[in-house]
């Protein structure tokens, strides 16, 4: 009978380690990604009214937008991008994706906002059918973002 009350004993303290093994591990998880994640936020511009939707999430233009972006260079993040705005011509839904690239972030690139503007061109030439390319630099002029949109 000891026998059997030390083994299930054996068990339960196993079963204890095990619980504070899966929380460190994910506690270990947590930790790397705010080590390793880095934000990067962006400010949109647009015409009266526009949205912009990151990964489901809308912001009305004007907007800063709060991205991850890896640690390293020669990484990158994906977001899902719907943008809808209005023309004379009536609503157009556009979408598409961001590519947030890491990068070495400098002492001016700390201080500096960086942003998007869509212009009344560019968003013309979007309703027309043309797939655009947005590239975001910092102000050291490495690459931050790369955002395609095309009309749905």
């Not at 999430?57 to 890896?70: C, D, G, N």
């Not at 993040?77 to 004379?88: E, G």
């Not at 972030?105 to 560019?122: A, H, L, R, T």
Request: hydrophobic share 40%; with cysteine; proline share 5%.
């Amino acid at each position: 009978m000891e026998f059997y009350a030390a083994l299930h004993r054996t068990g339960a303290i196993y079963m204890s380690n095990r619980r504070k093994l899966v929380r460190r591990a994910a506690l270990a998880v947590i930790l790397a990604c705010v080590a390793g994640c880095a934000s990067a936020p962006v400010t949109f511009e647009g015409p009266p009214g526009a949205v912009m939707f990151v990964d489901g999430k809308p912001y009305h233009l004007p907007r800063e937008v709060e991205f991850h972006r890896p640690a390293d260079a020669g990484e990158s993040n994906k977001y899902q991008i719907r943008l809808v705005f209005t023309t004379p011509q009536g609503e157009v839904r556009a979408k598409g994706q961001a590519l947030v690239f890491g990068y070495a972030e400098s002492d001016i690139d700390k201080m500096v906002k960086n942003s998007c503007k869509f212009s009344d061109d560019q968003l013309a030439k979007l309703a027309a059918g043309t797939t655009m390319v947005y590239k975001v630099q910092t102000a050291s002029r490495q690459p931050l973002m790369e955002l395609t949109l095309a009309k749905e």
